[in-house]
């Protein structure tokens, strides 16, 4: 089980909207987008945050995995996380 | 009933400062769920993805709009149907229906009027292509043949000379309007004499009739101005016919060109914005043809050619999403199951583009790639989309003109194509193709026939 971290200097919307403080680069998430990154922020699992999704949203575990490891792939790619 | 959220995958889009420009015309956010009222999950149901769509309401109102607006500045307009910008006999019956001639540019396109019961006399027939059993068919049909070289005139004077016959002919005529690169390959030039060189061949020669002049400069013209430069250029020239040969033309053919409401790849505003009107281009028009000296019934027919701006907005091209990728940069990719092969214009054009479902608010640059293994297949390099779900649709637009021509058959076969009637049905008008329809054509060496 991969756990990830992400950076104190991040800050983030009611709005999803994100500051990089460190680069000065800011983003925008959707609503699920803004829910798995705070789920990763309080520690959640993968497991833990996948459930989540498909307890609250008309949604498949095979989906919710898929577009799980692509939304960390981009927040990898941006520096907003790194693997613990 | 399920009580969950509707699920949108998670999204992350960066700002890009300096970018923005004020003029941009938005994301593509907006689902077009249906076309004339028709559910456009109802049409991929019935027809099948990819599926092309015409509105008959749509090409209508545009050739009676246009018809319109030419004949409020120009007393006698005749429009000609421009058969290779589609010429789905649907669609050209359309155009009859409304009082179009034919305008062909090969043999297989005339025998096509024919066919759906065009008469000769109302067929234009263009282009530097005609062989000389193409020639003695449309003579003797008396169509209109717009002659495009010097060896085409001395084809035609031989042809009528020994077989007795008698051609309605005209030239076509390629000139400086200041718009660059000039067509110069087709027809005779204004500029250096050639075009009158010919006028007088043909007024030396008894089986021959000098019915018209015909120009056509150019295509996806950005300036209305070129177009009375050029009708100005055709009226001297009728001018010094009147006066050397005392010979009233019934026609001046403008030929096509207008631009559509696509933008061109490369071009930084959308092309609603920069565009000419139908109504710049009439002005235009007009005013060249009134340097013509004659008037009321005196003055030739203004014939009009025009195929693009008739119908790119009435075609549409129904997609369905075959799968998402994130590419090395990670950028998004979406991969759709509408190639190159069938919308050749996306060679050209950044056509509109729009999920075919509501989506959220949050959208993603992305590149959108055809069905095909070949690098080429790329239908949009860089377009703002809400999260699509494979088996969801999309909706190109503004497809109608040379798509259902230029398409060809590679590595999947060519899709329905169906036409929205005015009164709400829908009728297929081209039949999707089959492996039988490839295997028909070919012919397999019985020594290479396999055990």
């Known amino acids: 089980m991969v756990n990830f971290i992400i950076p104190e200097n991040i800050a983030i919307s009611e709005s999803g909207f994100l500051f990089l403080a460190g680069t000065g680069e800011t983003f925008t998430l959707n609503q699920i987008g803004k829910e798995i990154f705070n789920l990763i922020r309080s520690k959640s699992s993968e497991e833990e945050i996948i459930n989540s999704i498909v307890n609250d949203y008309d949604i498949d575990k095979a989906t919710a995995h898929k577009d799980f490891a692509d939304f960390i792939s981009q927040l990898k790619h941006y520096s907003i996380l790194k693997e613990a | ?451």
């Not at chain 2, 059993?133 to 003579?139: C, D, F, N, S």
């Not at chain 2, 026609?251 to 914005?273: C, K």
């Not at chain 2, 009164?423 to 008008?429: A, F, N, Y």
Request: hydrophobic share 40%.
């Open chain 2, 1 to 451: 009933m399920s009580t969950k959220k509707r699920y949108e995958r998670p999204i992350i889009t960066k700002y890009q400062s300096g970018l923005m420009n004020k003029f941009g015309s938005g994301p593509s956010a907006k689902a077009k769920t249906s076309i004339d009222e028709v559910a456009v999950s109802k049409l991929v149901e019935e027809y099948g993805s990819p599926l092309f769509v015409m509105s008959e309401r749509q090409l209508r109102n545009n050739q009676q709009n246009a018809i319109r607006i030419f004949r409020t500045r120009y007393p006698k307009v005749q429009f000609a149907w421009s058969y290779k910008t589609n010429y789905l006999n649907a669609v050209c019956s359309v155009f009859h229906q409304e009082g179009s001639l034919a305008e062909v540019v090969s043999e297989f396109e005339y025998d096509k009027a024919k066919l759906l019961g065009i008469k000769g006399s109302n067929i234009i027939f263009n282009g530097p292509d005609k062989s000389r059993a193409a020639l003695q068919k449309a003579i003797k049909d008396n169509a209109k043949i717009h002659i495009d070289h010097f060896d085409e005139l001395y084809e035609i004077i031989d042809l009528c000379n020994s077989e007795n016959l008698k051609a309605n002919v005209a030239i076509r005529v390629n000139m400086d309007v200041g718009v660059y690169p000039l067509w110069d390959r087709f027809g005779f030039n204004y500029e250096n004499g050639e075009a009158w060189q010919a006028i007088k061949r043909i007024m030396s020669e008894k089986s021959l009739k000098l019915t018209g002049l015909h120009t056509h400069i150019g295509t996806y013209m950005m300036t209305a101005e070129a177009y009375r430069i050029a009708a100005s250029k055709l009226a001297s020239l009728a001018n010094s016919i009147k006066r050397e040969f005392d010979i009233k033309l019934d026609y001046i053919d403008m030929g096509g060109g207008f631009a559509s409401n696509n933008t061109l790849i490369g071009q930084y505003l959308p092309a609603e914005q920069i565009i000419p009107s139908m109504e710049q281009y009439a002005d235009a028009i007009s005013s060249g043809m009134f340097e013509m000296n004659a008037t009321g019934s005196d003055l030739p027919a203004l014939i009009l050619e025009t195929g693009r701006a008739l119908v790119d907005n009435a075609g549409y091209l129904i997609t369905t999403v075959l799968a998402n990728k994130r590419l090395s940069t990670g950028r998004r990719a979406i991969i759709i199951d509408a190639g190159v092969n069938i919308l050749f214009t996306s060679f050209w054009y950044k056509h509109k583009i729009s999920p075919a479902q509501e989506s959220g608010v949050h959208v993603e640059d992305s590149s959108l790639y055809g069905p095909l293994c070949m690098n080429i297949d790329l239908i949009r390099e860089s377009i703002l989309l809400p999260a699509v779900k494979k088996g969801e649709h999309l909706v190109i637009e503004d497809v109608g003109a040379y798509a259902m021509t230029q398409w060809m058959q590679f590595i999947t076969m060519r899709p329905n194509v169906v036409m929205i009637m005015q009164d709400g049905t829908v009728e297929l008008i081209r039949k999707s193709e089959a492996l039988n329809y490839i295997l028909d054509r070919e012919l397999l060496p019985k020594q290479l026939k396999l055990k």
